[in-house]
């Protein structure tokens, strides 16, 4: 619930690419590991992915669709244990006889050892080679957002899944940043790896490299903002066209670039914004220096209290919620006062608005 929904003609691109069709078309268990740098959509795809599968493809497929998004400094969402008891609970949801191979392993075992990653990974697998298991697909999203001690286990771990011949299918999709460690662990790291899948069941989409296909779907993510902006304002066409023009310009940049933009000027529209309040916002090309902005407004009502606030999600190991409070809406309308847009309110939860929030606080 936290990551957006992908905006219309967006993300499509990837449903084309050779990669992806060479791992669609792979006959036994394959591996795809997506990667894109931070703020170019990498949540917002694997959304798509998630959504592709469950909505276009046929009703078992969906069924038996896993998926796991790591987020760093949540606990319950940043370490492999997690995610193995995620994808442990959607396949005994979606094929329940499974379930007996967990049963088998907690009795008479420490509910501590039964936690850890290597008794949960061993179910995992065993569920796995189940002979009435039917075929799998998992989505794990922010891979380099998992907590360091877990990750170099988890992807080895899936790096040796993938190499062990089984006659049911299990097809996995990772995203993350580029990472030196996900890259050898993976074994993705040569240009061979890269260049010739020919006799292979694992590859990469080099997303960082796919440019033209990024900045169409930033345009598109940018007119979507504007028409947004459009429908809930009264800024006149000209303004809308010469702000329009500027995003245009600058689609090189990121969907975060651009989502930050058009936060900032919908906050200073409230009281009216001139157009050389505009050209400054417009002129703040990296995020380092939208995250300060952003700062000092949300500082300007209560920075004492704003300080602390952010002290606390900052230190909190799992989103904090605002549904215990009696006035729910009104609680929320003050957090949002107080915090700016370097937070996001998602159903009672609060979350930062990206990771890179978080590492710039």
Sequence with gaps: DQIDDPVPQTCEWILSHDKWKQWKACS?????????????????????????????????????????????????????????????????????????????????????????????????????????????????????????RSLRQFVDSIAALIKRPKTTKLKIILLSRPTNQIQHSLGLFTRADLSDDSCSNKFRLVGENECDALTADILHFAQWKIDELASASAFPENVLAHLRERLVAGADYTFLWISLVMKMIEDSAIDGISESELGRILETKRIHDMYCHLLKGTCRTNPAKTRRLLAILLASVRPMTTLGQRLHKPFDNHIRQLCGHFVRIRRGRIYFVHQTARSFL
């Design 28 to 148: 036994s268990t394959s591996l795809l590991w997506i990667t894109l740098n931070a703020g170019c959509g990498k949540s917002v795809m694997a959304k798509f992915l998630v959504n592709y599968f469950q909505y276009r493809c046929d009703a078992n497929t969906a069924k038996n669709l896993a998926y796991f998004f790591f987020m760093d400094g949540v606990t319950g969402q940043n370490d492999a244990s997690a995610a193995v008891s995620a994808l442990l609970h959607q396949l005994y949801c979606s094929q329940n006889r499974l379930i007996k191979h967990a049963l088998t392993k907690f009795d008479g075992t420490p509910i501590h050892v039964f936690n850890n990653f290597s008794t949960l990974w061993a179910i995992l697998v065993n569920s796995l080679d189940d002979t009435q298991r039917k075929d799998v697909v998992w989505i794990l999203d922010g891979l380099d957002e998992c907590e360091s």
